[in-house]
């Protein structure tokens, strides 16, 4: 009985071993279709580097309320506004290359689309949004159509 009783310990010892195997092999599987599975982390593009527009942003020391902040964004990130289209239409009537270009003269002072603009792209960035997604964003809320503006 005593040799039983010893074997039947090394049953169980064996029986152990495997199933810790087994769940050590289940759990490297399980990691494995997880990685390889798992979405892609896009980073947020920085918002600096080359632009479109080369002029820089005039200071919004210059200005005061929510002008100086419009200011201020197009400071901090050029690259952002770069991307943008500026739904004042300044492309058309005044030559503007896009967004940021706005905000190189006091054109982006006196312009509520161009500020808000620049304020609403700012809030996405600053929630982790892509380029991209901010400028399909920007594209939605503030799309509209061209129409000549008539002369003063």
């Known amino acids: 009985m005593g040799k039983n009783?010893?074997?039947?310990?090394?049953?169980?010892?064996?029986?152990?071993?495997?199933?810790?195997?087994?769940?050590v092999v289940i759990a490297i599987a399980l990691s494995g279709v997880y990685v390889?599975?798992?979405?892609?982390?896009?980073?947020?593009?920085?918002?600096?580097?080359?632009?479109?527009?080369?002029?820089?942003?005039?200071?919004?020391?210059?200005?005061?309320g929510k002008v100086a902040e419009a200011y201020r964004v197009a400071a901090e990130i050029p690259k952002v506004l770069d991307a943008q289209f500026c739904y004042c239409h300044c492309k058309k009537e005044k030559g503007h290359k896009n967004l940021l270009t706005c905000f190189t003269s006091r054109h982006g002072s006196k312009c509520e689309t161009c500020i808000n603009e620049a304020l609403y792209a700012h809030e996405l960035y600053k929630q982790g949004k892509t380029i991209d997604e901010i400028v399909v964003a920007v594209d939605r809320k503030f799309y509209r159509p061209y129409r000549k503006s008539s002369p003063l």
């Open 5 to 23: 009783k010893g074997g039947g310990n090394k049953t169980k010892k064996s029986s152990s071993r495997i199933l810790a195997g087994f769940v």
């Open 36 to 64: 390889a599975t798992k979405p892609p982390v896009v980073p947020v593009a920085p918002a600096t580097g080359q632009l479109i527009e080369k002029r820089p942003v005039l200071s919004p020391a210059l200005f005061t």
